[in-house]
């Protein structure tokens, strides 16, 4: 994954926009009640957990065999709504859902965050308005809603593939609404598989929820950050939390996704701004490629995800996909439409009496190519529009039975006349020529093709189902062939350089990959597609309830950035990102909002920020992993002190301490404030060595920690004098105490017995003779006078007593519950049945031996008493300690069942005899240990 660049911006929910626009005339729904209810004034954070999962039962029917003949077309995959802010969320959304009807009929949901955090859902399949009603509605409280609608492929399972998803981790509750398609989703569920994910579906859904339970980043938004850099492919996707609403694009903005606002500051992410028309929002802007959009109490956060060259957005949202009344990619869909059939009649005239189109996508280019050719449009396809892709078909075969349910000829219209056909597109080709042979049937003297758009030659991998490119007639045939296939009398399709010319500097922005062949992202070979011109499913059945993974975390304001600073040049036509390794162009239609402000109006550069407390942790942990270098890694002693390298055993190292280390707040900086005592040369050597080899310590420190990007490192001479003053109160400390216990202090060679009387430039420097104290662990068996080996000694001690007598007591008093219940019918039997409650006292004394054993062994005063014999004490007593527990734990269980069991049948004693015996035997394994391993430590002061 290519380094991170990412930018921030925080926008105010009651902000009003920049640039307004008058929605369109709004129809209010039966279903959607009158309000005006403001922003909720703040939201807890009690963790919710999937509540319901409703699904619509299908009534069955009949498929025909020639269903498919009319739906050919390529189909967009879903549509997506998000709603923050509105306490009508759920209406708002139905509505939403409505306007993207077109965009997916084959299955619908909705998810609500309720007012105690709970996620609440609704999901059916077939249209919106038959999966919810007004109970249904009622069903789903709350200000914050996403939805879904869906198309799937005919004979595929429809009822698992109805989204929104929604996940329960530990951490809380996730509902997620994905369109799109991810050509590495076999790539990642096999790694996430090996390492213990377990899937229940194909779903490349599943994979994105499966990558946030794993993900270990804080808070929990960056979690979504961290599972989207490992996606590749078309995605557009809104999450709900339990009180966040988070909308996500793809680096290269495959699929659209615009964001707009209520009049009562309700914040709508949709897939098409028709549907933001419909429930009286005003577009603002597109989510940016790459970019993350949260929205929260605080305001609408946006931060850059990753870094792109140039967006590659799908250029069939603008010829087929969207609505002609929405706004895609900055371009109004149906102007794109009217001037593509402008440009069909200029480059291929054809004397004609009238202009029809294939409605309803092909009505708009029809109308372009009618107004610039000169000829009347009139309607000589009539589409049903109540027709679904269920239906009986009759006994008796009836030709052309798919096409003729769905489109009827107006034989007034058409009789006698050479008729101009405009269509969007051509897939199989098998409609084309069925509609041709319908024309011809109602009296057409001639009937010529115009295509809005050029020849589609690749399958899509990027959220659409097209056929797979064997099954594109245009993929194998010229566009002569293709017109005899159909049997028009002429054909023409959309230049491909002419479409590239009309969308001029943009062109560049867009996917042409159905027309090329060239994948902005390459698919991978299992991501080819089914004889039947399926993809690999992508649904979930009903919803993963319970992915593990992560803990509770309050979602921070402030977000993780990835990247250096940003600057943003004087208004250009052409936005520059820049970062320290790249440069990033975004063209003006596409830069971000905050990229695009005029900064001679007033200038400011916005820096990516990491969470304060996070900045703290990072630095606390690089301290650590720096000090212990200094001490383990040969490399760094070595420039610090080049003698070392030699041979030498005198270590300028034991004072060249790291005093303090501080991070920048974009995680990118690390200042490394070292301190060194002794003589000026001293200190310009060491601070040269290190800083000679900083690109090693931070290569070390990203083998070391995981962060995102590794740091650059910084060395950095700290000359507080209070750090000195410190440092060499606390070794004049050190030698006060030694003079004072009335021992001469020792060393190595009568040279440096010498030094401490004669005037030494390097006076101030401990020399260390033993090299091993820093480069290995040191020798427990011989390392005295550590005062905490008395303790542990002790503590083993404490431990054996105490342990052990835990286990008595408890075998002894469950014991003696039975021995007193039994008591009651068979006094007689008392004095017999009192062996368990015997034989668990007995294990107090073995705690006691190990106790006294351990005492005698330490004597505090004595230089002899090593930190290993306090080891071996300690783990002594808890040998015998522990072992006598869960002896006394065994006994009292088989006592108390035992003596109530003898009572009732005599011959059970001598069985639970023997079972009170192996018991017994487990505290005397804890004891035979516990002695050997107090021997051990007198073999090391004997050694």
């Known amino acids: ?234 995605y557009s996707m809104v999450f709900v939390t339990e009180d966040k609403l988070v909308a996500v694009r793809d680096p290269h903005g495959f699929r659209p996704l615009v964001m707009g606002r209520r009049s009562n500051g309700a914040v709508v992410f949709a897939s098409e701004t028709c549907a933001l028309d419909l429930i009286e929002a005003t577009y603002e802007r597109e989510v940016y490629p790459g970019e993350v959009l949260v929205v929260d109490k605080d305001g609408v956060k946006s931060q850059c995800l990753m870094p792109h060259p140039e ?47 294939v409605p309803d996508s092909g009505v708009v280019a029809a109308l372009g190519y009618a107004a610039k050719s000169g000829v009347a449009f009139q309607q000589g396809l009539i589409r049903s529009h109540y027709v679904g892709r269920t239906f009986i078909e009759p006994s008796q075969k009836i030709r052309d039975f798919g096409v003729k349910l769905k489109l009827s000829p107006v034989r007034g219209v058409l009789e006698g006349k050479r ?21 011809r049937e109602a009296g057409a003297k001639e009937v010529h093709m115009r295509i809005a758009s050029p020849p589609i030659v690749a399958s899509c991998y990027y959220g659409v189902d097209t056929p797979s490119s064997e099954e594109l007639i245009s993929n194998r045939m010229s566009v002569d062939e293709v017109r ?36 902005p992202v390459k698919p991978t070979e299992d991501k080819v597609k089914r004889g039947g011109g399926d993809f690999i499913d992508d649904g979930l059945v009903g919803g993963i309830n319970n992915i ?59 820096k990516c920020m990491a969470n304060p407390r996070r900045v703290k942790m990072v630095a606390k942990q690089i301290m650590r992993e720096l000090s212990d270098m200094l001490l383990t890694d040969t490399v760094l002693q070595h420039a610090v002190l080049p003698e070392a390298a030699l041979g030498a055993d005198r270590y300028l190292s034991s004072l060249t301490t790291i005093s303090d280390v501080e991070v920048s707040n974009d995680l990118q900086i690390v200042k490394v404030y070292v301190s060194v005592f002794g003589d000026d040369r001293g200190k310009d050597v060491a601070i040269a060595g290190l800083k000679s080899k900083a690109k090693y310590v931070r290569s070390e420190l990203g083998k070391r920690m995981k962060l995102r990007l590794t740091p650059e490192v910084r060395f950095i001479e700290d000359e507080s004098m209070e750090r000195g ?54 020798n427990m068996s011989t390392f005295s006078g550590d005062e905490t080996a008395p303790f542990f000694g002790f503590l083993g001690a404490a431990a054996a007593l105490v342990f052990s007598c835990m286990g008595a007591a408890y075998g002894t008093a469950k014991s003696g519950v039975g021995v007193a219940s039994m008591g009651v019918m068979r006094p007689e039997l008392v004095m017999k049945s009192i062996v368990p409650v015997v034989m668990a006292g007995v294990l107090g004394i073995y705690g006691l031996i190990i106790a006294v054993i351990i005492s ?53 004693f001598v069985g639970m005899i023997l079972i009170l015996i192996f018991a017994e035997a487990l505290a005397l394994y ?7 391993l107090s021997s051990r430590a007198g073999q090391s002061r004997a050694e």
């Open 1 to 234: 994954m290519a380094a991170t660049s990412c930018f921030s911006s925080s926008i105010s929910l009651n902000a009003k926009p920049n640039k307004p626009s008058k929605p369109l005339p709004f129809l209010r729904s039966p279903f959607l009640k009158p309000s005006s209810s403001p922003l909720p004034a703040s939201l807890s954070s009690s963790p919710g957990v999937v509540s319901s999962s409703r699904i619509k039962n299908h009534p069955l029917a009949f498929l025909s065999d020639n269903n498919d003949d009319y739906d050919e077309k390529p189909r967009e995959e879903c549509g997506v709504v998000g709603i923050y802010g509105d306490s009508e969320a759920s209406r708002l959304c139905y509505l939403a859902l409505h306007a993207l009807q077109h965009r997916g009929q084959e299955g619908a949901g909705i998810v609500t965050v309720s007012k105690d955090k709970v996620l609440q859902t609704i999901t059916g399949v077939g249209l919106v308005s038959e999966v919810f009603n007004e109970s249904k509605l009622d069903q789903l409280p709350g200000d914050i809603a996403i939805g879904h609608v869906r198309y799937s492929t005919a004979g595929s399972s429809m009822l698992k593939n109805v989204q929104p998803f929604v996940a329960g981790y530990r951490f809380g509750s996730v509902g997620v609404a994905h369109n799109g398609n991810l050509v590495n989703y076999t790539k990642l569920r096999a790694e996430l598989e090996e390492n213990g994910s377990i899937f229940n579906t194909s779903s490349d859904t599943e994979v994105v929820l499966h990558l946030i339970a794993i993900s270990k980043a804080r808070p929990f938004f960056m979690r979504i950050v961290d599972a989207c850099e490992k996606l590749q492919g078309a």
């Open 311 to 357: 967006p590659k957005q799908c250029i069939f949202e603008h010829i087929y996909f969207s609505l002609p009344n929405s706004i895609v990619f900055g371009r109004s869909v149906y102007e794109s439409r009217h001037v593509f059939g402008e440009i069909l009649a200029t480059e291929s005239p054809v004397d004609c009496d009238v202009v029809i189109a």
């Open 419 to 439: 008729v101009v056909v405009v269509d969007d597109s051509i897939v199989r080709g098998t409609t084309s020529s069925k509609i041709v042979r319908l024309l």
């Open 484 to 519: 005899d296939y159909i049997g028009s009398d002429s054909l023409a399709f959309l230049s491909f350089e002419t479409l590239k010319k009309h969308l001029g500097e943009d062109s560049k922005t867009f996917c042409y990959a159905c027309f090329t062949g060239n994948y």
């Open 548 to 606: 593990e993974g992560g803990s509770t975390v309050a979602m921070a304001n402030v977000f993780h950035a990835h990247q250096s600073h940003l600057f943003f040049p004087l208004n250009p036509s052409i936005s520059t990102v820049r970062s320290k390794t790249q440069t990033f162009h975004f063209p003006q239609s596409t830069a971000p909002a905050n990229l695009r402000t005029d900064l001679s109006v007033r200038q400011r550069s916005v």
């Open 725 to 778: 003053s410190r440092v060499i109160a606390i070794l004049d400390k050190i030698k006060a105490e030694k003079g004072s216990e009335g021992e001469p202090e020792t060393s190595d060679s009568p040279e440096d017995d010498q030094d401490w009387g004669v005037d030494d430039p390097d006076e101030d420097i401990i020399y260390i003779s033993d090299p091993n104290l820093h480069t290995k662990s040191f």
């Open 856 to 908: 005698t062994g330490i004597n505090p005063k004595a230089k002899s008493y090593y930190l290993f014999d306090g080891y071996a004490h300690l783990s002594s007593g808890l040998a015998c300690g522990l072992a006598g527990l869960s002896a006394g734990m065994a006994i009292g269980i088989v006592g108390d069942a035992g003596v109530r069991a003898n009572a009732q049948q005599p011959k059970l």
């Open 926 to 932: 804890g004891l035979i240990v516990g002695i050997i």
